[in-house]
């Protein structure tokens, strides 16, 4: 059996390989689930306690809100962030399975640990952000 527990918040990005308008900096209000799969315990009735999956993934969610994904990768693609996401809190999930990134309404991976370029998760430069004007 599956348990899915949701995140959202708001943070900006740019492409700095991309040829086109995701070059620039701007924002999206991601959406994250986070899949968790075990078989429900005979006397707790549980396969994990929705709360523990909170627990495990509000602090990263809440580090992120507001935040600016270039600061942590070089190529913050929804694929970059979604394998950097699983290796943030796969740690904590023991039943982790699946996570799926919303970027837009219409848009969202889907990630299951497998195996990736490491440059696709290569880190990014806080604050270094050439095409934003630094303005709040
Ligand atoms: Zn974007």
């Known amino acids: 059996m599956q348990l899915v527990v949701s995140f959202a918040w708001s943070a900006a990005h740019r492409l700095p390989r ?60 929804a694929e970059a962030i979604v394998v950097w996401i699983w290796r943030a809190v796969a740690p904590e999930l023991s039943s982790l399975v699946e996570l799926r990134l919303w970027e837009t309404a219409d848009c969202h991976v889907v990630y299951r640990g497998e195996d990736v370029p490491d440059a696709l998760v290569a880190p990014g430069a806080p604050g270094e952000h050439p095409d934003s004007s630094g303005e709040e």
């Not at 900096?25 to 315990?41: F, K, S």
């Not at 990263?60 to 600061?71: E, G, I, K, M, Y």
Request: proline share 5%; glycine share 8%.
């Open 18 to 77: 991309y040829m086109g308008r995701c070059y620039r900096m701007h924002g999206h209000d991601y959406r994250l689930e986070v899949v968790v799969q075990g078989v429900p315990d005979g006397r707790t009735g549980m396969v994990v306690d929705f709360h523990e999956v909170q627990d495990a993934v509000s602090p990263l969610v809440q580090r992120l809100d507001h935040s600016c994904f270039n600061d942590v990768l070089e190529n913050p693609t």
